[in-house]
């Protein structure tokens, strides 16, 4: 069990999944970011098959050179992880850093990580009125580790490429979490890969497109240096056979090719969502956007007496006021297939009324 960390009044340790559990768990699922129906069959299969060599210690020699062949890099520049969370971690654990800042709101893991190892952390707080987009004058110069998503959990925001590089200098590390990139069609606005960003930090997730958050499975991508500043403080085989078997498919060019046409089916069901939402702008619903990412920041009056109310019709979404930078009138929607949409908007109807 996870002990809550509060500050400035947000729940820095709180997640989608706490709308899902115990009582939670026959409700419609709106609330976690990993992508319905998955893992696909022929992945369960591949990672079934790894299980016959459960019994020799993980060898992640052949993932970390498929993680590296898909982006076009040396595998000096790959770390896997136990997921991108692990990879916080490990940032705020190796990395000697004295003034870290954290652009939010994004996903409040990397600043509850750099806080556990003892770091005061400032913050850039992105602001509605500018679409919660960055400016990168915002970010202080004396900051040597800074933090961002993109595309940003909860916001939906996909910040250009050029904007993010130039919060790059001599002697900073730009931590870049791209978890959710592969569900933007095209992957624009990708840094993975790039080695002309000097301090360039990458982090990947393989859970959200392929539906392995219980099997943990991610990985770093920077420069030889800090890849090995951060393997040192790594436990030895972080990361399982069964993972790194996953790992190996997720990146193979048929998996890339449906990764894409995933991609490219949540932004249309994303569209949708937001048309069906925008039928109750009258009752002071808006979606912050543009929308880019596989779910949507909704800004509803009296957000938690809705959110109670959803549930109890049977649907699950997730409170935005733990982000710092949203207060309680902000709700966080997964992108699903029409037909869970359809239902979620009636009852999106009921709790709050047609339009007006």
């Not at 509060?6 to 115990?22: I, K, M, Q, S, Y």
């Not at 893992?39 to 992640?60: C, F, N, V």
């Not at 770390?79 to 990395?95: H, I, S």
């Not at 130039?166 to 870049?176: C, F, W």
Request: charged fraction near 25%.
């Amino acid at each position: 069990m996870r002990i809550p960390m509060h500050t400035d009044g947000h729940d820095l340790r709180h997640h989608g999944d706490a709308e899902v559990r115990d009582d939670g768990s026959a409700l419609v699922d709106l609330a976690v970011n990993v992508r319905a129906d998955t893992p696909p069959a022929w992945l369960r299969e591949h990672i079934a098959a790894s299980l016959t060599g459960l019994a020799a210690y993980p060898d992640g020699r052949a993932a970390r050179a498929a993680v590296a062949a898909r982006h076009g890099l040396p595998v000096e520049r790959v770390l896997l992880t136990a997921g991108a969370a692990e990879a916080f971690v490990l940032l705020a654990r190796a990395l000697k850093v004295r003034q870290p800042v954290v652009v939010h709101p994004q996903f409040t893991e990397p600043e509850a990580a750099l806080r556990d190892a003892g770091h005061r952390v400032d913050r850039v707080l992105l602001r509605e009125e500018d679409g919660f987009r960055l400016d990168p004058a915002a970010v202080p110069e004396d900051a040597d580790l800074v933090v961002i998503g993109n595309p940003t959990n909860p916001t939906s925001v996909l910040h250009p490429a050029a904007a993010i590089a130039a919060l790059a200098r001599h002697g900073r590390t730009l931590v870049v979490d791209e978890a959710f990139m592969d569900a933007v069609p095209g992957e624009r606005e990708a840094l993975a890969g790039r080695t002309d960003v000097p301090g360039l930090v990458v982090l990947r997730s393989l859970t959200k497109t392929w539906g392995l958050a219980g099997l943990r499975i991610g990985y770093v991508l920077a420069a030889p240096d800090v890849i090995r500043e951060l393997e040192r403080a790594q436990p030895l085989w972080p990361v399982s056979t069964p993972a790194l078997a996953a790992a190996e498919a997720c990146v193979s060019p048929p998996a890339l090719e449906e990764a894409e046409r995933a991609a490219r089916r949540v932004a249309a069901d994303r569209e949708y969502l937001v048309a069906g939402l925008a039928e109750f702008a009258g009752r002071g619903v808006r979606v912050a956007g543009p929308a880019e990412g596989p779910f949507v920041l909704v800004r509803v009056p009296a957000a938690g007496a809705v959110r109670r109310e959803l549930r109890a019709l049977g649907y699950a979404v997730r409170r935005g006021d733990t982000f710092p930078g949203l207060g309680e009138e902000w709700l966080r929607v997964a992108v699903r297939d029409r037909g869970t949409v359809d239902g979620f908007l009636r009852a999106v109807g009921a709790v709050v009324g047609g339009a007006g």
